[in-house]
């Protein structure tokens, strides 16, 4: 059985604090995706990034990196300088039958 | 730009009706996905398709029904609506990633 668990409900921090958002999975695959979703509060849901099984480097973009542990089952994001327009839902998602976590709901503070 | 439409952003129905939530995708996908979304559940999956005609049950498919005749059309069906199906559902297409419509809130009461 695939199952995605975020463990943080909701975080708050003010402006350029760095942040991290948790994801633990769990799955019998041997290969899978790993994916990160922001939510702001518009309700639309936006792809940040897929990170395949095989590949454990670490992906920064701008503000944002996420650091994926095969060894922890763990593929959490990291929030760098925080700003205002981060405040969203964050959802981790896992292929192939594209399960979600229950989602992060961070909010930034000026 | 991969568009995925669904063909009501809120809708109110009765306890008992037979209710059809309709997704359609314009970029020839074979996968198709229905979700409901609720406030500390994030998104569960319903139903989704791989194929036409083709269908497989998610984590919470009872009280629902899909429909997948043609590839870009995917629709999810409430046989007999009830309360407890008062929700987000949110239907997205394609797979690594997915698109997602803008959802329909629906409201049985």
């Known amino acids: 059985a695939q199952k995605v668990t975020q463990a943080q409900t909701e975080i708050s921090v003010v402006e350029k604090e760095d942040v991290t958002l948790d994801c633990v999975y769990e799955t019998r695959d041997t290969t899978y995706y790993l994916f990160w979703y922001k939510q702001p509060p518009s309700g639309e849901l936006v792809f940040l990034i897929r990170?395949?099984?095989?590949?454990?480097q670490n992906e920064i973009s701008g503000r944002y990196s996420w650091n994926f542990q095969k060894s922890t089952s763990s593929f959490n994001f990291t929030i760098t300088a925080s700003q205002v327009v981060d405040s969203a839902v964050y959802f981790c998602?896992?292929?192939?039958?594209?399960?979600f976590g229950a989602g992060t709901r961070l909010t930034v503070k000026p | 730009d991969v568009k995925v439409t669904q063909s009501s952003r809120y809708l109110v129905k009765r306890t008992g009706e037979k209710v059809f939530l309709e997704c359609v995708q314009d970029?020839?996908?074979?996968?198709m996905f229905w979700y409901r979304q609720d406030p500390g559940l994030g998104l569960r999956l319903i139903y989704f398709s791989y194929d036409v005609k083709m269908k497989e049950k998610g984590d919470i498919p009872e009280g629902y029904s899909v429909s997948r005749e043609k590839k870009e059309r995917f629709s999810l069906i409430l046989e007999s609506a009830s309360t407890n199906q008062t929700s987000m559902y949110l239907c997205?297409?394609?797979?690594?990633?997915?698109?997602f419509g803008d959802g329909t809130r629906l409201s049985i009461l």
């Open positions: 990170r395949n099984s095989f590949d454990e």
């Open positions: 998602a896992l292929s192939h039958d594209m399960r």
């Open positions: 997205a297409s394609n797979k690594q990633p997915q698109h």
């Open positions: 970029m020839d996908h074979e996968n």
